[in-house]
């Protein structure tokens, strides 16, 4: 059963990687995986159970006889259950950060960032997105700032070929600052929930390397744009939902958004309690502040259409359910035993962090970056006792909190998600959008993306290990 689960695993990882081909939404793929896996698990749970938890089982039946019914109620109740909860802190995470952007977009909060785009200027334009999009998505997921952007620069820039190369700009931007804290991707967030990282050890180690890679390509695209951009004059749009805010309460919505989600990792720090609460707490408070400063809104039948693109609604849930179903089947994976396998084959074949992350990092390029980091993460983390005593010291030491492998990897799988564009969600969006072919995204975009991910890759070797 096991060599059955690590097959289908091994079909479902093909077609995630393939999806710009087959057009077989990855997400999809996600959620079969990881229903099946725990279907196929169950039919030899007794096994399984035995051969991972006995003594568990043993406390758990108190005395009754190991019926079928016994052991599929301990899967469920004793081992189904924890990936359950990983997963689901994943999502209500980003369903509770994609409704704060939700708010603040509707209520006019980033059209600050249409009036500092009034230049012709293309390089100052490319700067001027590079930055805003870095520093918003340090505070929101990557997925959500770049559809949010990508919409914005539709706004503007008229030239179809200038779009391509603001958009990539906007990718780039928008991953590497996710990678950069704890809240501004998935990947960091699963770090953070499982105890493998400090928030603020997370961001001070990224900075410097996650800034090279990200300021030396946008150099470089920089140098091949024409001097002057074909844009447009953009009036902004009445949205009909909201009463035109002034410019304060804007700025109060902004500060209790954003200001709110910066205050996430002391909330986890304080009370110990799983950051998603904290997300739901501003919310919630972002919620009553929209109310009162919205309490004249229009009247239902004067509504017009929202600003926000249905696109970032549709993405959101598709990268939700992406993130339920692969973290649902990597556990699938570490009950058979087969993680401990890996972990230990790795130990020994491989026994050095920095090519692991040079391997993942490679995989990511056509497999989605959070799915090459989860599985990383399971397949390379030493979990048995004896595997721990038997690695080098600096092997083990790099697996304890706050270690190298942890900034590693999210570092490589980032970087590698963004030299063919697709290694993730937020890269797939901006190529369904621009409709951008992968070999021009490779000969314009890629290259620069890895000569930058290079250099910030020896940085961080460098501050980690001396």
């Known amino acids: 059963m096991t060599a059955i689960i690590i097959t289908i695993a091994l079909i479902g990882y093909i077609l995630i990687a393939t999806e710009y081909l087959t057009n077989i939404n990855k997400a999809a793929v996600a959620i079969f995986l990881g229903a099946v896996g725990w279907v196929l698990y169950i039919c030899y749970g007794t096994d399984f159970v035995m051969g991972q938890h006995p003594a568990e089982y043993g406390n758990f039946l108190q005395g009754a006889s190991p019926t079928s019914l016994n052991v599929k109620q301990f899967i469920s109740q004793n081992i189904f259950l924890k990936y359950v909860g990983k997963a689901s802190e994943v999502v209500l995470f980003l369903t509770a950060?994609?409704?704060?952007?939700?708010?603040?977009?509707?209520?006019?909060?980033?059209?600050?960032?249409?009036?500092?785009?009034?230049?012709?200027?293309?390089?100052?334009?490319?700067?001027?997105?590079?930055?805003?999009?870095?520093?918003?998505?340090?505070?929101?997921d990557n997925l959500t700032t770049t559809v949010m952007m990508l919409f914005m620069m539709h706004k503007i820039v008229v030239s179809r070929r200038q779009r391509m190369i603001y958009g990539s700009a906007i990718v780039l931007s928008a991953n590497i600052g996710g990678a950069i804290t704890v809240i501004g991707d998935p990947i960091g967030l699963v770090l953070w929930n499982n105890g493998y990282v400090d928030a603020t050890n997370f961001s001070m180690s990224l900075i410097l390397p996650c800034f090279i890679a990200w300021a030396l390509p946008i150099f470089l695209i920089g140098r091949t744009l024409p001097d002057t951009v074909d844009r447009e004059c953009v009036t902004l749009t009445y949205r009909g939902d909201d009463t035109r805010l002034n410019v304060w309460q804007r700025l109060l919505m902004l500060f209790v958004g954003i200001g709110g989600l910066w205050f996430i990792p002391t909330f986890h720090t304080i009370t110990r309690l799983s950051p998603f609460l904290g997300a739901l707490c501003v919310l919630s408070v972002l919620w009553i502040v929209n109310e009162v400063v919205n309490r004249k809104l229009l009247p239902t039948n004067e509504y017009i259409n929202r600003q926000m693109p249905h696109m970032l609604r549709y993405g959101v849930i598709q990268l939700m359910l992406f993130v339920m179903g692969i973290m649902l089947f990597l556990g699938v994976l570490a009950e058979t035993g087969f993680a401990a396998t890996a972990a230990a084959f790795i130990q020994e074949s491989i026994g050095n962090i920095w090519i692991i992350g040079a391997l993942a990092g490679m995989l990511s390029t056509v497999l989605n970056n959070i799915a090459s980091t989860l599985t990383a993460i399971t397949l390379c983390v030493p979990t048995a006792s004896a595997s721990i005593a038997t690695a080098p010291l600096d092997y083990a030491s790099a697996f304890m909190q706050n270690g190298a492998f942890w900034k590693m990897i999210a570092y490589t799988t980032t970087i590698g998600s963004n030299i063919l564009g697709i290694g993730s969600i937020a890269g797939l969006a901006y190529i369904k959008v621009e409709r951008v072919r992968i070999s021009w995204y490779l000969r314009n975009i890629g290259v620069k993306c890895l000569i930058g991910g290079l250099l910030g890759f020896i940085v961080l070797i460098l501050t980690e290990t001396l």
């Open 97 to 140: 950060t994609m409704s704060i952007v939700e708010i603040l977009m509707n209520n006019g909060c980033f059209d600050f960032v249409l009036h500092i785009m009034r230049t012709r200027n293309s390089q100052r334009l490319l700067w001027i997105l590079a930055i805003v999009t870095l520093l918003i998505s340090v505070n929101i």
